[in-house]
Structures are given as C-alpha cells and as structure tokens.
C-alpha cells in the first residue's frame, strides 16, 4: 500500500495527539497473546466437551475468530468472571456456516480457518474490512489448493487471491509434505489444522523457525506431532490426521506484542521504571527484548515460570540510553510484528540503527516500511527506505520534534502503526498527531487506558 499524504487530516477518524507526560511508573498487565488467543478458540472448539480459558484477549480480531467458530457449530460463552467456555464439535465435526464468515481486520484468523476448512465438507465465503481484503492469501491458498480445497473469487474481489473469497473444503483431504518458501507461522499452522482432519501424515518443512504455538497447543490437545530438527536447523514437523481432541483449561499468557510498546516506552521516557506482569516470552517470539538489551536496554526478568506449556516472566523495564545496532535478518521470524515499535527505539539510540530481510513487513495490515518511514519523518526522525528494511539515524535521547500542528501520522487502519506512534509521542516535544485511533481495538482495547494510568502514578 502506497503512503498517503501524511499531513491528511483524521475527521471521519478518532485522532489523538500523544504527547510526554513525564516518567511511567508502576505495575501493569497487558492483555493474553493473541496468537494464543486465537488458537485456543480454534482448537477447543474441535476437541468433545468443555474446554475453558481464562486470560483470553477479548480484541475484535479474536472475536472474529469466536464468531466463525459458532457459525460452524461451536458454543463459546463468556462467563461473568471473564473465562471463556467452548464445547467443541469434535475433529471432523465443523457444520456448513450459513452465513459468510467475517473476518474484520484479521489476518491470523482468516488464515488459520482457511486451513480448517480445507478438511471439512463445507463451503465457506471469508470477508473482511477494507484492509484485510488488500491482503494477499496466495500463499494459504497454495498449499491448501495440494490438499484438495477449491477457491473462487467472489464479485468485488481485487483479485484471483484477496478477499472476499468462496472456499470449499474436500473431505478426505489429500496429505501433503510443504516446504514453506517464505518464513510463516500462518501458513504453516493452516497446513497442519487441515491435516487434522486428513487421512495419513501431514508434513510442514520449516527452513527458518517461526513462531511455535501451534504445534505446542496441538499436543496439549492430543494430536500426534512430532518436530525434528535437521542439522541446518530446518524443522520437519508431522501431524497424524484423524485426532481426537481432549478439552483442555488453559491460561493465555501476556502477549509479548502488546507488552513490546511498554517496554520501549519504558526504555524511551526518561525517569521511567515499570514492570509489566505475565509476559509471554515463547523463544519464537520474545526476540524484539533480546534486541532492545543488545542496544543498551535494561529489561530484566523476573519470576520466570511456565504456564500452560509457555514460559512467561514478569518484565522491569527501566529508562536506558539506547545505541543503534544493526539488527541481524535471522531474528526477523521472532519478532516480525515488533518492528514499528523497533523503529522508535532506533529513532531515538545513539548512532545508526539499520534492518534488513523486512519484506514481510510490505503486506501486513499496511506497508510497514513506507508507513513508518513516513510516520517518523513526520515527528522528525531521520529515516532511510530501502527495499527490504529502514535505516534510522537516532537523536542519541533527545526528544524528537513531533508531528506539525495540523499535521497527523496515516496509520492506514493499522493498529500496530497507531501505537507504535503513540509511543513515540511520548518521547517528543510537541507531541505526535495520529490520524485514527480506533483499530488499536482490533488487538488491544485497552492501550490507550494502561498508557494514561502509568503517567498518571
């Protein structure tokens, strides 16, 4: 997606002017990851029985999935305490939807339902906002097209890949072994959620890792996978087809997503000492906090324990004069949705911050590296474009100009665009204009509330 005019002005939006409001102080707890979020939903509504789960992000894009679900026969309640109740339908058991399932703005759940579809006797239409039907799925629709599923682009669609799409799924699905030839931990948990349901073995091969949830929460829940690791570090996994799926009660960790914008915003705001409770810090995941303490960030941990077969900690995060690094491509996987809130960090480090191997970062729910790019030079930071990353030149903690009167940030209904520049903001002289602040809702309703409590203490 192309940058627009950053000086266009936010009226049909919700735009808000973040601006520093001295140092962040206290004791938060960020919403449940939402990788695990989805998941769960997912897969207790194919297990026979109850399966409960507290901690789950209750963000638009996980509720999407829960309506999806109870459109294919699950019954998914959420009791007074917060806990959420699934009584699935077993492996196999997904009804025809009667309605085309929407899937808002989120691409996990389109994905990962394409792939549980693919199985199934049933024909499913996948819509969604304006945005996610800019997002290409060629690369779902692939592997799942070797498995025996069918696409159609409904009238209306851009193109051959984007939403709206019509799918129908085949019942019995063909077993395939798929090399992924791009890093994604959405295509390969699509793969094995339609191998499930297929006869035989179903095998992902994984050149470079991505993030393990899925293959974690699919043993919880009783299918037979196995992972191998080769000797180059690529990672075969298998899944059986056919499982039978035991309920399971599961506690979702902190999502190290929604915990990185406090962690920089600590780092960033001078005087500054938070800590932030039950942080997910699965080794496919937590590499942004590995990057921000090789810049000079203190971010130590403590209480680590597991929970629910993830490692989580509780993070003290204090204010640290920063040094730009240039960050090493083979973290990218780990930490690929950090990188807008990376930027921010390296625009204020001491030195030059330089990324590469970003491409991914083209087509997720905007252009990342054109939309921050214009972001920050919009709030003043000197930033470089290159084809597969940013180079960002830092003020060595001087606080950045902030964005024009008049002028706002285009987040391009980009909730990780939104808070990255909202953390920004913080670390400014006048404060960062953002254009709409309303998709921040899709995975973290409640930022905005933790952002002005901690400046309140």
């Not at 890949?161 to 295509?187: D, E, H, K, N």
Request: avoid cysteine; aromatic fraction near 4%.
């Amino acid at each position: 997606m192309s940058s627009a005019d950053p000086a266009t002005t936010a009226s049909s939006g919700r735009p808000r002017r973040f601006a520093a409001t001295g140092p962040l102080k206290g004791r938060i707890r960020v919403p449940g990851d939402k990788s695990i979020s989805h998941r769960s939903i997912m897969l207790g509504a194919l297990a026979v029985g109850e399966t409960r789960v507290t901690g789950l992000l209750e963000g638009e894009d996980v509720l999407s999935t829960a309506a999806a679900m109870r459109a294919m026969g699950a019954s998914i309640t959420r009791e007074a305490d917060g806990t959420w109740s699934i009584h699935g339908v077993g492996v196999g058991g997904l009804l025809q939807p009667q309605q085309a399932l929407d899937m808002g703005n989120s691409g996990t759940s389109t994905r990962l339902l394409m792939g549980l579809v693919a199985s199934h006797a049933i024909t499913a239409s996948f819509i969604g906002d304006a945005s996610l039907s800019k997002r290409p799925m060629g690369r779902v629709i692939e592997p799942l097209s070797l498995m025996g599923a069918d696409f159609t682009a409904s009238p209306g669609a851009r193109g051959s890949q984007t939403l709206p799409l019509m799918m129908r799924g085949a019942a019995p699905a063909v077993p395939i072994a798929y090399r992924l030839p791009v890093a994604s931990a959405q295509v390969k948990s699509a793969i094995l959620l339609a191998g499930l349901n297929t006869p035989g073995i179903t095998t992902v091969i994984e050149p470079v890792p991505t993030r393990d949830h899925s293959e974690r929460m699919l043993k919880g829940f009783g299918a037979e996978l196995e992972v191998e690791v080769e000797p180059d570090g690529t990672r075969v996994i298998r899944v059986r087809g056919e499982a039978e799926f035991r309920p399971q009660q599961i506690v979702v960790p902190g999502d190290p997503s929604s915990a990185a914008f406090f962690v920089v915003a600590g780092l960033l705001v001078p005087g500054s000492d938070l800590v932030i409770e039950n942080v997910g810090l699965n080794p496919t995941r937590a590499a942004l906090f590995d990057v921000l303490r090789q810049m000079g960030g203190q971010i130590d941990e403590l209480d680590r324990r597991e929970v629910g077969g993830e490692p989580v900690a509780d993070l003290h995060v204090r204010h640290s004069a920063l040094t730009g690094i240039a960050v090493d491509p083979a973290v990218v996987p780990s930490m690929v949705d950090e990188f807008p809130v990376l930027f921010v960090a390296a625009a204020l480090a001491r030195g030059r911050t330089v990324t590469t191997g970003l491409e991914e970062l083209r087509v997720k729910e905007s252009d990342r590296i054109s939309a921050m790019r214009a972001a920050l030079e919009l709030a003043g930071a000197t930033v470089t474009e290159t084809a597969d990353g940013l180079i960002i030149d830092g003020t060595g903690g001087d606080p950045l100009p902030g964005t024009p009167e008049g002028a706002a940030v285009t987040t391009h209904l980009d909730h990780r665009i939104a808070m990255s520049m909202a953390v920004a903001g913080l670390a400014s002289r006048a404060g960062v204009e953002v254009d709409d602040t309303r998709p921040i809702a899709t995975s973290f309703p409640v930022f905005e509330s933790l952002l002005d409590g901690l400046a309140d203490t």
